[in-house]
Nanobody, 124 residues
């Protein structure tokens, strides 16, 4: 499965962006799809994930209430709606697919395939 992340850009604090993760060479069926983010010099951080079958979701505490992950079965995409963006949300955002129980989603080791990343910059 190859993943393509898109939708990043420059936004002012308090603004919104919507990231999208599309799959090629396969589908998301049977997988969980997640979003991580990374800033220079730091480890990749879990943001949110969704189980394609069943729709279970998990959001990191740092984004809960501001970000929302969802899926579009018709388009075979997973989106991350990001509202009330803050400068500390600035990072490269990656989507990934993997399997495993919800409690394992925080760990990078759980995720098999990664997209190329899309830059999100929150700045005035």
């Amino acid at each position: 499965v190859q993943l393509q992340a898109s939708g990043g850009g420059l936004v002012q604090p308090g603004g919104s962006l919507r990231l999208s993760c599309a799959a090629s060479g396969g589908t998301f069926s049977g997988y969980a799809v997640g979003w991580f983010r990374q800033t220079p010099g730091k480890e990749r951080e879990f943001v949110a994930a969704i189980r394609w079958s069943g729709g279970n979701t998990l959001h990191a505490d740092s984004v809960k209430g501001r970000f929302s992950i969802s899926k579009d079965s018709a388009k075979n995409t997973v989106s991350l709606q990001m509202n009330s963006l803050r400068p500390e949300d600035t990072a490269v955002y990656y989507c990934a697919v993997g399997r495993g129980i919800v409690s394992s989603w925080y760990s990078e080791d759980m995720w098999y395939y990664w997209g190329q990343g899309t830059q999100v910059t929150v700045s005035s």
